[in-house]
């Protein structure tokens, strides 16, 4: 069945209001659709069809009913069947949920004169027509009021359908008190009450937008604000404790790295403000799937970069002044040897435990275990209220997102200084003794990369020869030379080597107008013999230069030996780690589209490409890439013909594909 094949038949319009949620049910009797909608006039509006008839050709739903009591927007609704009656609850931002009872009227209830009432709940009644023209009456009448949030209830979701006495059914709701509550019917008190409550203590999170049942009523899963999904289970004792779920970003990842020595996890980097460290978990059974396990810096500015100086260690860069280096705490490196077996360092004895963030600060303050008390009234102002209080887990699963975003933190031990623009891109050499940084700009003094010295920490060089913000850089596999990519349309190949007496750096050499790009170029990459670097560009080119001839001055002659012309912007580029075939290389391809291809490249077959692989659509992402990294490896033997290749974009989205060679 394809959409041509539906027809708009009604359209239901609510003048300057909203509608902020609906729930489309049958009564339980006589089959009858009923549609509740939650409005923001502060009502629950019921909709059935004007006639139920199969031979009526007019089959228009009608507003047969305005359930009023709520005193704020309405934000969610939802229908469930006990017996011959029907339940509707419905949940406002006036931090109450209401429970209507709907039933058929058989017999027309009547009250005689002199009978009084000192308390009789308000009914509401309407009719409509069932499938043989019978009419139909029902009645509408408030069932509870359930009062335990403390803000906005966001939803309000039933457990089962069909139940056969309230005392079955459960409830569950999700606020932006930051709880998901569970509530049952207590039949001794004949009350609703609130049997458990999940949730989130701390952070800076905004709150759950919505909670549901799984269909067995064993899992609950929930969604924050940030995007963020939030699982628990029952277990055997019916108790509700956090389940595995998966996690990502909530806005375009920037950019992304693997740990140096073997790719044993992922750093990700986003706009979402968060970095995040995603490893492979082997459960009990021996499966094995991957998870975010850490998320070691949350910011109070979008991140634009990343790169990692050693398996413990990263910097990163983000739309402020300063580059942040931060080392892995001791609590992250036992987690890590808990789920994957994985350990990358020996003495942690001097680590930090963990990290927190103070209130107001962008800083993760490291967290000791022999860490002195402050005496009262010393504390330093920024020190006085915590936001997240680090309380160490030994994890024997992946994390919930609880933890993740308060106790997986790792601690800032140092902020570089020196750009006058906000960060956007970083590199480090592979010895993980220098880094290079580069900022926005758009001009030739402020366009100028910053060479650090690890360690030190002290900055040892400017590289100057682009006019325009660099947008990616990356040192060659022999740590000889820096290539450097820009919006100014050029490339420009920094000499650099570390003396004895300080940095010596020279520019070796530069793109030329007339061969190179006519467009921004966008990523580059060098080959594993440091021979090779390939350029990716809007103008919908990659080109492949080779290194020759190096003189006294460690001038060298560039020359470009191949160009593939695609079909769109290229955005990002890698050369694989390692080659298959006698002077071959390949190469991954990622286009404005979000579509990644793989291509080999030659010596034999003149430099041309050849493509070996174009991803399915499904397969790819859907919006530009930002970024291809080939995971490392530590036996790069020439047998295994197994990569692995990860990729961000700006559609939110990291991918790890498994290539088979």
Not at 43 to 65: A, F, G, I, M, R
Not at 90 to 110: G, M, N, P, V
């Amino acid at each position: 069945m394809n959409m041509e094949s539906f027809d708009c038949l009604q359209t239901f319009e609510f003048g300057y209001g909203f509608v902020l949620g609906i729930c489309l049910h049958v009564t339980p009797s006589s089959n009858i659709p009923i549609l509740a909608c939650a409005c923001d006039d502060f009502s629950v509006k019921l909709y059935t069809p004007s006639s139920c008839v199969q031979d009526e050709p007019n089959k228009l739903w009608t507003n047969v009913l305005s359930l009023k009591g709520h005193e704020d927007w309405v934000r969610g609704v939802d229908f469930t069947t006990v017996g011959n009656e029907l339940f509707l609850a419905s949940c406002s931002q006036d931090s109450f949920i209401r429970l209507w009872k709907i039933y058929e009227t058989h017999t027309k209830e009547t009250i005689a004169e002199d009978e009084t009432f000192d308390l009789r709940l308000k009914q509401h009644n309407f009719t409509t027509i069932d499938n043989v023209g019978n009419e139909i009456k029902y009645t509408v009448m408030i069932d509870a009021v359930l009062s335990g949030h403390e803000n906005w209830v966001n939803s309000a979701q039933w457990s089962s359908s069909n139940a056969e006495t309230v005392k079955d059914l459960l409830l569950v709701s999700s606020s932006m008190d930051k709880t998901v509550v569970i509530w049952k019917f207590d039949e001794e008190q004949k009350l609703w009450v609130d049997g458990e409550r999940m949730g989130e203590v701390g952070g800076n999170t905004l709150g759950f937008y919505g909670a549901l049942f799984s269909k067995d009523a064993k899992y609950i899963i929930s969604h924050s604000f940030n995007g963020a999904l939030h699982a628990w289970r029952k277990n055997k004792e019916s108790e509700w404790q956090p389940a595995i779920t998966v996690s990502g970003h909530s806005s375009s990842v920037s950019d992304i790295d693997w740990e140096p020595k073997c790719g044993r996890f992922l750093l990700s980097t986003s706009e979402d403000q968060t970095t995040r460290l995603f490893a492979e978990w082997q459960s009990v059974e021996g499966t094995k799937t991957w998870h975010e396990i850490a998320r070691p810096q949350i910011h109070g500015y979008d991140l634009n970069c990343i790169h990692m100086l050693s398996s413990v260690r990263f910097v990163s860069g983000a739309d402020e002044k300063v580059l942040r280096v931060f080392d892995a705490s001791q609590n992250f490196v036992t987690n890590l040897l808990n789920l994957t077996s994985h350990k990358i360092i020996d003495n942690i004895a001097e680590a930090a435990v963990g990290a927190s963030v103070p209130a107001l600060g962008l800083s993760n303050k490291a967290v000791y275990t022999n860490e002195p008390a402050p005496e009262s009234g010393k504390k330093h102002a920024s020190e006085q209220y915590i936001e997240n209080l680090f309380i160490p887990v030994d994890l024997k699963q992946p994390p919930p997102e609880t933890h993740l975003s308060q106790n997986s933190l790792w601690p800032e031990c140092r902020k570089l200084y020196g750009h006058v623009y906000g960060l956007f891109c970083v590199t480090c050499n592979h010895a993980g003794t220098l880094i290079a940084s580069a900022a926005k700009s758009s001009q030739p003094k402020y366009s100028e990369i910053i060479l650090w010295e690890a360690g030190s920490w002290n900055q040892v060089a400017s590289l100057p020869g682009h006019a325009l913000t660099v947008t990616q850089m990356e040192f060659s596999p022999n740590d000889k030379y820096l290539l450097s990519v820009s919006r100014d349309r050029t490339w420009v190949l920094h000499y650099v080597e570390k003396t004895e007496n300080g940095i010596v750096t020279n520019i070796a050499a530069a793109s030329d107008k007339k061969l190179g790009h006519a467009r921004i170029i966008w990523s580059c990459s060098w080959s594993v013999d440091s021979k090779f670097f390939a350029t990716a560009s809007r103008d919908k080119k990659v080109m492949v230069w080779e290194l020759s001839d190096e003189d006294s001055s460690h001038k060298v002659v560039v020359t470009r030996k191949s160009v593939n012309n695609c079909q769109q912007p290229v955005t990002a580029v890698a050369y694989a780690l390692k080659s298959f075939e006698t002077k071959s290389h390949i190469l991954a391809v990622g286009l404005e589209s979000g579509q990644i291809k793989i291509v080999s490249i030659c010596e034999a077959n003149n430099y041309s490409f050849v493509d070996m692989l174009c991803f399915d659509v499904n397969m790819s992402h859907c919006l530009p890439l930002k970024r291809l990294k080939w995971r490392p490896s530590d036996k790069p033997s020439e047998s295994d013909d197994t990569l692995f290749l990860a990729s961000c974009s700006q559609d939110h989205q990291i991918k790890l594909f498994k290539l088979y060679f």
